[in-house]
């Protein structure tokens, strides 16, 4: 290997090292080790899950089918078959589309279709899954997969950088003999690259600096049917409502500044994915969607069912925000009509809020749509904080990320947006009950409650808003506040008696398990400074102390003034001197 080390630091996460060049060249983010972590864990899992359905696929196709004694049994085996095809038309590293080929087949029967399209598709072992890094830089990530993942394939690294794309070829020569037989790096357009290998992909993983948008359309056409598609969006202040119009033109969903805007965030970015994989015949299936730091990061596997995509739009809602005070609702856009055996998609009823809130009698802001069906797949956020746990000494950031999969393990999975337990006492300018007492009193209502990932504050539940404020109202009974002029949100709702009496004894789930064995779930960061850094390129000035640190931006500034203090010596002494 030819490359001065001097020049470089050594930067070890995992059992992936790194050479990093002093100066700002490639784009490095020590913060995102926790995104790291968490890739890797889901990673492993999605190969044991993807191990386990297809021998499951395997045991059923080898049983035997039912001999035709009779017509009735030959009829019956007619009507089963034309459901079939959407198992078979799956095509996972290559294989062939067998339903396509049968097709061009000579004439045969239902029976005769079915044992070849078993034999054919079914007969083969699982191959390796094959990833695809989109955008990877020095290729840290990439790295990570191919040396702590058992069972991997090849892991691709593309980015449109000369300087980056050198950078991870050094860096795949540095982690000896694994990384270079299975890390690849290309100089290529990610968007190209995506569309030119439609389908062929296992894993895509989409880390971009900044919005992913420009990347969605071209990367769920390239993962396989049942495949994992990986997406970071790291702006967080268009997501959460800063500015509004560019989320609606990046993401087709008008963002709130409620307090649960980084969950919205992350619904936004699913109802996004979902909308490309749409127009392809796909539709997504959430797994795990995480709101960390400063981005937020969703798993979803891709499935493609002209069929089961037509239920998108019962996955997504408007949500209408009051001014006034904390009540939201949700508006679906579609619904269904069963009668017997045939389903009609509609459009949803509307709307579900006057034109003043109920409760404090304000305006509404509408936003979305957003993803309003479960984020998380509670069976894989179990199966990963297992793995996790299991070899812990393996993740570097394992308290953080531990902390927030065993929060997520305890969320209510079918309930979009949460409640600010201050925001509420805030509206009504009261004393805030403890958290475990306003628990209570929900569950004590004969409702659900939970926490949620997002913010330690949060609380999620079933509980419609009349039912939350004459909560609050009973509280405020017990403990008085101050009067307040009449046009304030909170004299409106405080002026209404409430039609259900609070129970506030402690109930036996007013605490979760974590909580019970008190289980850190909430971490502070680690070091000052932990946040975004700068772009790959960009000239680090004393502005960017807030970002980095007076350590760091001191000892950059000084190492350039040094480099320009010597350059500028050298210039001087190969001067040649007069006669």
């Known amino acids: 290997m030819t490359t001065d080390l001097s020049?470089?630091?050594?930067?070890?996460?995992?059992?992936?090292?790194?050479?990093?060049?002093?100066?700002?060249?490639?784009?490095?983010?020590?913060?995102?080790?926790?995104?790291?972590?968490?890739?890797?864990?889901?990673?492993?899992t999605f190969i044991t899950k993807r191990k386990e359905e297809h021998e499951a696929r395997l045991s059923k196709k080898a049983k035997p089918a039912p001999k035709e004694s009779d017509k009735d049994a030959s009829d019956s085996v007619v009507e089963e078959v034309p459901n079939e095809p959407a198992i078979y038309e799956e095509k996972t590293n290559g294989d062939c589309e067998m339903a396509a080929e049968i097709s061009q087949e000579e004439p045969c029967s239902i029976s005769e279709?079915?044992?070849?399209?078993?034999?054919?598709?079914?007969?083969?072992?699982?191959?390796?899954?094959?990833?695809?890094?989109?955008?990877?830089?020095?290729?840290?990530?990439?790295?990570?997969?191919?040396?702590?993942?058992?069972?991997?394939?090849?892991?691709?690294?593309?980015?449109?950088?000369?300087?980056?794309?050198?950078?991870?070829?050094?860096?795949?020569?540095?982690?000896?003999?694994?990384?270079?037989?299975?890390?690849?790096?290309?100089?290529?357009?990610?968007?190209?690259?995506?569309?030119?290998?439609?389908?062929?992909?296992?894993?895509?993983?989409?880390?971009?600096?900044?919005?992913?948008?420009?990347?969605?359309?071209?990367?769920?056409?390239?993962?396989?049917?049942?495949?994992?598609?990986?997406?970071?969006?790291?702006?967080?202040?268009?997501?959460?409502?800063?500015?509004?119009?560019?989320?609606?033109?990046?993401?087709g969903s008008y963002p709130l500044r409620g307090k649960y805007c980084h969950e919205m965030a992350l619904r936004i970015l699913l109802a996004c994915i979902e909308s490309h994989a749409n127009r392809y015949k796909r539709y997504i299936v959430p797994v795990l969607s995480v709101q960390m730091d400063f981005y937020v990061r969703v798993f979803v596997r891709i499935y493609s069912s002209a069929s089961a995509m037509k239920n998108s739009p019962l996955k997504l809602t408007y949500v209408y925000q009051?001014?006034?005070?904390?009540s939201f609702h949700l508006q679906p856009i579609g619904r269904t009509v069963t009668k017997n055996t045939s389903v009609r998609y509609l459009p949803g009823f509307g709307p579900v809020v006057p034109q003043e809130c109920s409760d404090c009698g304000k305006k509404f802001n509408m936003g979305g749509p957003i993803w309003s069906a479960p984020i998380h797949d509670q069976e894989w956020v179990t199966s990963i904080l297992s793995d996790v746990k299991s070899m812990k000494e393996r993740y570097p950031a394992y308290d953080r990320i531990s902390a927030v999969l065993t929060t997520i393990s305890e969320e209510l999975p079918d309930v979009p947006l949460f409640l600010s337990l201050h925001n509420l006492c805030a509206t009504l300018k009261c004393t805030s009950?403890?958290?475990?007492?306003?628990?209570?009193?929900v569950i004590n209502a004969g409702y659900r409650i939970s926490g949620t990932h997002v913010n330690p504050l949060g609380l999620k539940s079933d509980a419609p808003m009349d039912v939350i404020w004459d909560i609050m109202r009973?509280?405020?009974?017990?403990?008085?506040?101050k009067p307040q002029p009449a046009d304030q949100s909170g004299t409106v709702i405080l002026a209404k008696e409430p039609i259900l009496q609070a129970n506030f004894a402690r109930a036996v789930a007013s605490l979760s398990k974590a909580q019970t064995k008190?289980?850190?779930?909430?971490?502070?960061?680690?070091?000052?400074?932990?946040?975004?850094?700068?772009?790959?390129?960009?000239t680090i000035t004393s502005k960017h102390i807030s970002l980095l640190g007076?350590?760091?931006?001191?000892?950059?500034?000084?190492h350039e003034d040094g480099e320009e203090h010597d350059a500028k010596r050298q210039k001087i002494e190969d001067q040649p001197t007069p006669n």
């Open 550 to 558: 007076p350590e760091a931006v001191n000892g950059h500034l000084n």
């Open 113 to 251: 279709k079915t044992d070849k399209v078993t034999e054919g598709k079914w007969r083969g072992e699982l191959k390796p899954p094959r990833v695809l890094e989109a955008l990877s830089a020095s290729g840290l990530r990439a790295l990570r997969y191919a040396r702590e993942v058992e069972g991997i394939g090849k892991v691709v690294a593309l980015d449109n950088d000369k300087g980056a794309v050198e950078a991870c070829r050094r860096n795949i020569k540095f982690n000896g003999s694994v990384a270079c037989s299975k890390v690849e790096s290309h100089l290529a357009d990610a968007r190209v690259h995506m569309l030119t290998h439609p389908k062929e992909f296992d894993v895509v993983d989409l880390d971009p600096y900044g919005s992913p948008s420009i990347f969605l359309d071209s990367a769920v056409q390239s993962v396989v049917d049942g495949g994992l598609l990986m997406c970071t969006a790291t702006d967080m202040a268009v997501l959460c409502g800063g500015n509004g119009e560019v989320c609606y033109s990046k993401y």
């Open 433 to 441: 009950p403890s958290a475990v007492i306003f628990r209570s009193a």
């Open 518 to 538: 008190k289980v850190a779930r909430f971490l502070p960061n680690p070091e000052r400074h932990w946040g975004p850094k700068l772009r790959a390129g960009r």
């Open 322 to 326: 009051c001014i006034g005070c904390d």
């Open 7 to 44: 020049d470089y630091a050594i930067i070890k996460e995992g059992e992936a090292e790194i050479l990093m060049h002093a100066k700002n060249q490639v784009f490095y983010n020590k913060t995102q080790v926790n995104n790291r972590d968490i890739s890797v864990a889901v990673l492993r």
């Open 474 to 481: 009973c509280w405020v009974k017990n403990h008085p506040v």
